[in-house]
């Protein structure tokens, strides 16, 4: 499977992309901004490709298995092998104050250049992103994120 991020905005705050799974739109994203040198937990992840795997620990792992129950979360979305980041995960949130780094997900957007980035309606996509993600990690599928720069 591809997950593929097309980085369409970017502000001083953060930066707004398309997700696609296989070609086909799942939803927006929310990053932190582009920053030439890293900034622990305020910077965005390079562009690149990158395998993605299920994180069976750590705080969000926890709360999720909580909140969703071992039915539905069988691990966080970890981004892997990201030079010079650790920990960069996929999940629910709705500014760059909900993200160190990560990749949030939602289902609508405001205008970055206006105001600070915003998604909406994240716990709605990543629910279902999640879990079409989770089921082809679960088959023994290899899931890659690629991220692009289209600004």
């Known amino acids: 499977m591809e997950l593929k991020v097309v980085r369409y905005s970017s502000s001083e ?9 296989d070609g086909v739109f799942a939803c927006y994203t929310l990053e932190d ?3 030439d040198v890293k900034v622990m937990g305020e910077t965005r992840i390079p562009s690149g ?3 993605v795997e299920l994180r069976t620990f750590g705080r969000l792992h926890w709360r999720y298995l909580r909140k969703y129950g071992m039915d539905f979360h069988k691990g966080m979305l970890q981004i892997m092998n990201v030079p010079g980041f650790t920990d960069i995960l996929i999940h629910k949130g709705n500014d760059d104050d909900d993200t160190a780094g990560c990749l949030l997900l939602g289902d609508s957007v405001n205008n970055n250049q206006m105001k600070d980035g915003f998604i909406g309606s994240s716990m709605v996509a990543y629910n279902r992103v999640y ?5 082809a ?3 023994g599928n290899e899931v890659f994120l690629v991220l692009s720069d289209e600004i």
């Not at 705050?13 to 398309?18: A, D, K, P, R, Y």
């Not at 879990?131 to 089921?135: E, L, M, N, P």
């Open 131 to 135: 879990a079409v993600i989770r089921d």
């Open 13 to 21: 705050e953060s930066t707004l992309g398309l997700l696609f799974i």
């Open 33 to 35: 901004e582009h920053r």
């Open 137 to 139: 990690l679960s088959n």
């Open 49 to 51: 490709r990158y395998r």
